[in-house]
């Protein structure tokens, strides 16, 4: 026969399916999930058993771990050396253990995450509450298996005589399955199982009184009461760690931090360079110095502050941005039946309260037996002495050891093993002192078998035996509850003066988007004059606002979106710098600009934002409806298609709001007729436009004071007293407020209206070409005329030169007091 022929073909995914599932099982089962039971992993209860086996317990000498290690590789766990080791260091580790099941001698890490010393070097033996796992392990209280190698016996399961699953916790990943079960307090624990017992149909309420939450070996504040009802109900929830902390106030005013606790399994030393890595990159203003004092009397990280900072907004920040206070999910997974099971409290209780049912059990099956052997024993021997002589006789006379044992069974009727203890008694034993305490031992025997019976027969005696080898353990081991329990999770709320150095501060944004934040300093260093601001070639300032590093700014452009840019992180530039393009910024795309930048100091001010769009729509919002901690694109208005957003302000309801068309006309109405809306909402109709018609402007006016400034795209302009536009009803056509000359003849005055100004008192008006000309001229140069005339030249354009931005320099730049 072929070779090729005696294999059979197989396909790739059932062969990596089947091996898969089964190393899967295998690492479940055998590796990383706890045993319900005694909440070990195979890896820790062959150490254990291993160290039990060799007499390597709290009564003895420490020993190498080393040899340790080589006896549970050599006999039961076929790994390498370094998983086992490392098993053995974590059961040392009393910041990892609540309970620590080895106690270890020399270097066996610390909380800086060091590793331990090597295993040739370090010493260990059994911890004594480590025996109450292994107590009554050689009285047939637990099944044995053989080893890898069927050489010795190991234990399927030890006794645990506590419940060490909830007391010591346990983590581990496995394929599909991971658990994180935190450590319990020994008292509130063994309290909750003997409640159980006594009633087995327990809520899980009447259970929470008892057992009040995890208590972690670290200690620390605990956050979350429905975090850890979830938990306990259903095997998964989420709680908050927090350090424990105290704010110290030293010599000379200064405070500092003082960390006496931290998180479960956080690492101390990346706790504290993270804490000083804040200080160096200055993410919050404040910190002096971090230093870390832990020494003999504990743990403690000391947070020195600078004078005059703010310590508890500081601490918010430090337990928001680093793990001096972390989150802790349960996932309560542990194997039963051979199977790996998601519980809650009452599971796990109950499955080690079965567990201990026939430990003890086993264990007084055990005692009995060898309690009814013995009184048998002693039964024969009494009996024996009472026929002393005839017995002696009988020995005598028979002509071996063999024939003497026949001899007492066919002439006394004794079994064979009251015949052999006969023989084997020693001759001292015939004394009267010790005739008298044979029948005692006797007496006490049988009513050492009727205690054990009673045992095995009544529940309630097996029970109440738990209970009372329960309470000695609680006794012997508690110690007080080192983590607080807190059933509300406190919000952390940093301030920005905590992170922000409070400052006036000027900031610009030119035309083409270059925007940059100044100090007030560098503004005065160059002069203190908005000309001096440095822009590129054709650029101009569009917006100087004199705001706080405190402050917000919302800016809002042409398509209905906003931006929220705090201005503490608007780039710093000196003022003669250029500064940064906006995109780099903030994320605005190629395809939208922005029409209005509005400083914010207070959300909660009764104030609204009033949007004009190009195609005659207007709408009022809520200014606190824009609050958010976003940075990317929110909608702020709806824009329909082909319209966008023309102007954007805040106002008070108070006054009236005028429209100024591309097309001359213009309607002005109380702005009160504007209701407010949402922030999405697409606003009313505020002007009826004819369809090639625009809306140029939107100006806020009140009490016919002043004069509107109209402009035409050829330069053209004029100024018209508010009181000849009348107030009308929203919606309408409006009233005409520029005349378009019209012939071969006649010197055109423009197309139509480039821009327009509310003047209440002078203001600076800029007009900048597309051949780079800027023009400035004061509103008072204007004439004055009728709103149907045809205005006068006021910025003189060559030809083929048309203008590419008019604004008031006045309105767009609140220039600050040089003095400031």
């Not at 109900?233 to 704010?247: F, P, Q, V």
């Not at 026939?358 to 048998?376: G, I, S």
């Not at 309470?471 to 920005?496: F, G, H």
């Not at 056509?733 to 821009?755: C, D, I, M, P, W």
Request: hydrophobic content about 35%; glycine content about 8%.
């Amino acid at each position: 026969m072929d070779t090729l022929e005696q294999f059979l073909p197989a396909y790739l995914e059932e062969v990596v399916g089947d091996r898969f599932g089964r190393y899967s099982k295998y690492i479940i089962q055998d590796r990383a999930i706890p045993d319900v039971r005694d909440g070990l992993k195979p890896v820790q209860r062959r150490i254990l058993y291993a160290m039990y086996d060799a007499g390597n317990t709290p009564d003895k000498p420490y020993r190498k771990s080393a040899k340790t290690v080589g006896d549970v590789m050599g006999n039961y766990h076929p790994h390498g050396d370094s998983s086992i080791y490392e098993g053995m260091v974590r059961m040392a580790q009393p910041w990892k253990m609540g309970h620590p099941l080895i106690d270890g001698h020399g270097n066996w890490g610390s909380q800086d995450d060091d590793p331990a010393a090597a295993m040739r070097y370090t010493e260990a033996r059994l911890s004594k509450i480590a025996l109450e796992l292994l107590r009554d392990i050689e009285k047939r209280t637990v099944l044995f298996k053989d080893n890898f190698d069927n050489t010795v016996k190991e234990p399927v399961v030890l006794p645990s005589r506590y419940p060490n699953l909830l007391v010591n916790g346990a983590s581990g990943i496995s394929a599909g399955f991971a658990t994180e079960i935190p450590p319990h307090h020994l008292g509130e624990v063994i309290d909750a199982s003997i409640a159980y017992m006594r009633k087995p149909s327990i809520s899980l309420d009447e259970l929470m009184t008892i057992v009040k939450g995890p208590d972690f070996p670290t200690g620390g504040i605990i956050m979350g009461g429905e975090g850890i009802r979830d938990a306990y109900e259903k095997g998964r929830g989420r709680i908050y760690i927090r350090s424990k902390t105290a704010i110290e106030t030293l010599r000379g005013g200064k405070q500092q931090i003082v960390i006496t606790e931290i998180p479960y399994q956080v690492v101390k030393s990346r706790l504290v360079t993270a804490m000083e890595n804040i200080r160096l990159e200055k993410k919050v203003e404040g910190i002096a110095e971090v230093r870390d004092e832990s020494g003999r009397n504990g743990l403690r990280i000391v947070v020195e502050l600078k004078k005059d900072a703010d310590a508890n907004g500081i601490l918010a920040y430090l337990l928001k941005k680093t793990d001096l206070q972390v989150t802790y999910n349960f996932n309560m997974v542990a194997i039963v039946n051979k199977a790996p099971q998601q519980l809650g409290l009452i599971g796990i209780i109950s499955a080690y309260v079965e567990h201990q049912k026939e430990v003890v059990t086993h264990r007084t099956q055990y005692e009995l037996e060898k309690a009814e052997d013995r009184a048998h024993v002693l039964e024969g021997l009494v009996k024996a002495l009472n026929v002393l002589d005839d017995v002696i006789a009988t020995i005598k006379a028979s002509k071996n050891r063999a024939d003497a044992s026949d001899n007492l069974i066919a002439k006394f009727q004794f079994s064979d093993r009251q015949a052999d203890a006969i023989l084997t008694l020693q001759l001292y034993r015939l004394t009267n002192l010790e005739i008298t305490s044979l029948e005692k031992e006797h007496a006490e025997t049988l009513k050492k078998i009727k205690y054990l019976r009673s045992i095995l027969d009544s529940e309630k005696k097996l029970l109440s035996v738990i209970e009372k080898e329960l309470l000695d353990i609680k006794e012997a081991y508690m110690i007080d509850r080192r983590s607080e329990i807190q059933s509300e999770v406190e919000e952390l709320k940093v301030n920005l003066e905590v992170l922000v150095n409070a400052e006036d501060v000027l900031v610009t944004l030119s035309h083409e988007g270059y925007v940059k934040r100044t100090s007030m300093l560098s503004y005065t260093r160059s002069g203190g004059e908005l000309d001096s601001s440095g822009v590129k070639d054709g650029d101009v300032i569009t917006y100087c606002l004199s705001v706080n590093t405190l402050d917000n700014l919302l800016l809002f452009t042409k398509n209905g979106q906003y931006f929220l840019l705090p201005v503490h992180q608007i780039p710093e530039f000196k003022w003669k710098d250029t500064g940064t393009a906006i995109v780099n910024v903030i994320p605005l795309p190629k395809d939208d600009s922005i029409v209005a930048v509005i400083p914010v100091k207070d959300w909660n001010v009764e104030q609204s934002l009033v949007f004009v769009t190009k195609r005659g729509q207007v709408k009022r919002t809520e200014l606190k409806e824009y609050a958010t901690t976003r940075s990317t694109a929110i909608t702020a208005c709806k824009v329909a298609k082909g319209d966008e957003v023309i102007e954007v302000a805040m106002s008070d309801q108070s006054q009236q709001l005028l429209l100024v068309t591309a097309g001359g006309m213009s309607i002005r109405f109380y702005e009160s007729e504007v209701n407010t809306m949402g922030r999405a909402a697409g606003g009313v109709k505020g002007v009826q436009l004819k369809e090639d018609d625009e809306v140029i402007a939107a100006l806020w006016v009140d009490n016919d004071e002043g004069e509107v400034l109209v402009v035409s795209d050829s330069g053209h302009g004029k100024r018209t007293l508010l009181l000849d536009y009348p107030i009308q009803g929203r919606g309408g056509k409006g009233v005409q407020t520029y005349e378009f000359k019209e012939g071969k003849r006649v010197r055109s005055n423009g197309q139509r209206l480039f821009a327009a100004f509310y003047c209440r008192e002078p203001i600076e008006v800029a007009a900048f070409t597309d051949k780079g000309a800027k023009h400035v001229i004061n509103s008072e140069k204007t004439s004055i005329e009728e709103r149907k005339s045809v205005g006068r030249s006021i910025f003189p354009l060559e030809k083929d030169e048309n203008l590419l931005n008019v604004f008031s320099v006045t309105e767009r730049i609140h220039q600050p007091k040089t003095e400031a």
